[in-house]
């Protein structure tokens, strides 16, 4: 495997690991890690589509880590019950 190869497939598998957590209902889907997992996994995405110069790929990427990173930086502490 390459280098973009293996910065893409981290950054998808961390996507993939958030949602399967949240859907397992293993962490919030407003939760911190979800949110962190979402921004890396995307800007590692994004940045393996950069080096193969796939842009579809890197406009869907890059807004995911964008709207990621706002749900990170807006994100309310969990009050438990």
Do not use: H, Q
């Amino acid at each position: 495997m390459t280098y973009n190869d293996w910065i893409g497939t981290v950054g998808v598998g961390l996507v993939v690991i958030a949602y399967f957590l949240n859907t397992m209902s293993w962490i919030p889907e407003n939760g911190k890690l979800f949110f962190i997992l979402n921004t890396v996994g995307g800007a590692l995405s994004c940045y393996a589509a950069l080096l193969i110069n796939f842009i579809p790929f890197v406009v869907l990427e890059a807004i995911w880590t964008i709207v990621s990173l706002y749900g990170l930086v807006t994100v309310r502490p969990v009050k438990a019950a």
